[in-house]
């Protein structure tokens, strides 16, 4: 009866098309699945962020309605040899990093804002696992 | 440079005894943080689910802030064998199923909402894959 693992997260955003310049080009996420003015989805390796816009999700329809405010946080996972070079891309890129925090036994993660300033984390494979 | 997966996702709820009721109790979520007032910290398989009271993670402090309102998404992945036993099990502990959905292939999902209305969703495993 063990859940696997959190498949699918969904952030609250202004402008889909900021937010794929965002997550597609900047970031490298995968375009999954798009409807103008209501989502855009992403793969983020096994899991998948949904992207709506909150007044087009509010209303419901063929599924149950969903919808959110403010700055909302979530974490990516890379392996940690992946970890620095993720830095230096979101660097490259021209994003902010907004914190680095040091969670002791060598697992650092970095913090930074996508453009509806939900806040993101990049940690390392094996961090709530020590 | 792939993303291996959403390691934490959050959640912004009223009252955290409630919701350790519900995650902890009903669900069987393993509780692996806490602070009274402020958060729990709930293992969802390979992922964490972090739930917050929003004026506490406003302030930010040793981290960066982050809140939210609404009733939020999120799905979690259980294996295809799997996914009748969580429906039988979230329906045993009183928790109303608001809809199911057939995907195709044979794959489906059901959704449900914690004490906070949030939009939970079960789903079986592959089904973005396929």
Redesign the interface.
């Known amino acids: 009866?063990?859940?696997?693992?959190?498949?699918?997260?969904?952030l609250?955003v202004d402008d889909l098309e900021r937010t794929k310049e965002f997550y597609h080009q900047k970031l490298?996420?995968g375009v999954?699945g798009e409807v103008k003015g209501r989502h855009v989805f992403f793969?983020?390796?096994?899991?998948?962020?949904?992207c709506f816009v909150?007044a087009a999700?509010k209303e419901g329809g063929?599924?149950?309605?969903?919808?959110?405010?403010?700055?909302?946080?979530?974490?990516?996972?890379?392996?940690k040899e992946?970890y620095q070079?993720?830095k230096q891309?979101v660097l490259n890129q021209g994003i902010a990093i907004?914190?680095e925090?040091d969670w002791g036994r060598g697992y650092l993660s970095f913090?930074f804002r996508d453009p509806d300033r939900?806040?993101l984390?990049i940690?390392m494979?094996g961090?709530?696992e020590k």
Chains 1, 2 share one sequence.
Do not use: N
Not at 1 to 10: P, W
């Open positions: 009866m063990d859940i696997l693992k959190i498949k699918e997260t969904c609250y490298g996420f999954i793969r983020a390796g096994a899991s998948v962020l949904l909150a999700s063929t599924l149950p309605p969903h919808f959110g405010a403010g700055q909302l946080h979530l974490a990516f996972e890379v392996e992946q070079p993720w891309k907004e914190q925090y913090y939900h806040l984390e940690v494979a961090m709530w």
